[in-house]
């Protein structure tokens, strides 16, 4: 059973949230704190996704998701912040959430945006469903190698750990070298036809990517900026 981790201190969204991912079919672990967050991480089976609230009391959620992101990056963390948090919600990305949704927010955009996370999540992990052969193991592009099986990036020969999100916006990238990529199409890519998360999530994702991957960051050689536009990969 796809197993997800609520975090949230306010009891009565926290239920709600829980009943309704429950009746999606999750077995769900729910928390009032990060604090009781990562005693329930640790001891369970991991999670596929987590749902973590910004504003707690104690350790809050920001800090969670960079504890939880270090020690696990497959699974799928979304950000619940409140109205005007702008700035929260960019900061819980770029410290490795893989989306983010503001409250109010409906009970089943969530469930939504959740199910999206983890069958991205799940279509890179354990169950892939392709067929043996179809397809080469490992994608090649100038010093970068992409394995496909182990999921795991190299440059020269080292290997660079990448967030699931990650690892498809580099599959995207190698499958198409050199095109410029619209933001809206490598959204499509990474998160499926119909999802209707922001763009920015896309910018972020490539920030960090390219803190990963480039030599200096900020004149990258390998994820040049289409400006207006997207990004395009360059070997
Ligand atoms: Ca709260």
Not at 64 to 88: F, H, P, W, Y
Not at 137 to 147: A, C, E, I, K, M
Not at 156 to 167: C, H, K, M, R, S
Request: negative net charge.
């Amino acid at each position: 059973m796809k197993r997800v981790l609520v975090v949230e201190d306010e009891a009565s969204i926290r239920e709600m949230i829980a009943l309704n991912l429950k009746m999606a079919g999750w077995e769900v672990l729910e928390a009032g704190s990060a604090e009781r967050a990562l005693e329930l991480f640790h001891a369970a089976p991991p999670c596929d996704a987590a749902l973590l609230d910004i504003m707690l009391p104690g350790m809050d959620g920001l800090s969670l998701c960079e504890t939880i992101r270090r020690s696990n990056s497959d699974i799928g963390i979304i950000m619940v912040s409140a109205k005007g948090q702008e700035a929260d919600k960019i900061r819980g990305l770029s410290i490795g959430a893989d989306d983010y949704i503001t409250k109010p927010f409906s009970v089943s955009e969530l469930v939504a945006r959740v199910e999206a996370l983890v069958r991205r999540v799940r279509r890179g992990g354990n169950g892939d469903t392709r067929t043996p052969g179809t397809e080469p193991d490992q994608l090649v592009s100038g010093p970068f190698v992409l394995d496909e099986k182990s999921r795991v990036l190299y440059k020269a020969g080292n290997a660079i750990d990448l967030t699931q999100v990650e690892f498809q916006i580099m599959e995207l990238f190698f499958r198409n070298p050199g095109t410029a990529l619209v933001r809206e199409k490598i959204l499509e890519g990474v998160w499926g036809k119909g999802y209707f998360g922001d763009v920015k999530i896309v910018d972020v994702n490539i920030r960090r990517l390219r803190m990963k991957i480039e030599d200096e960051p900020s004149s990258p050689q390998h994820i040049l900026t289409v400006w207006g536009y997207g990004y395009r990969w360059n070997a």
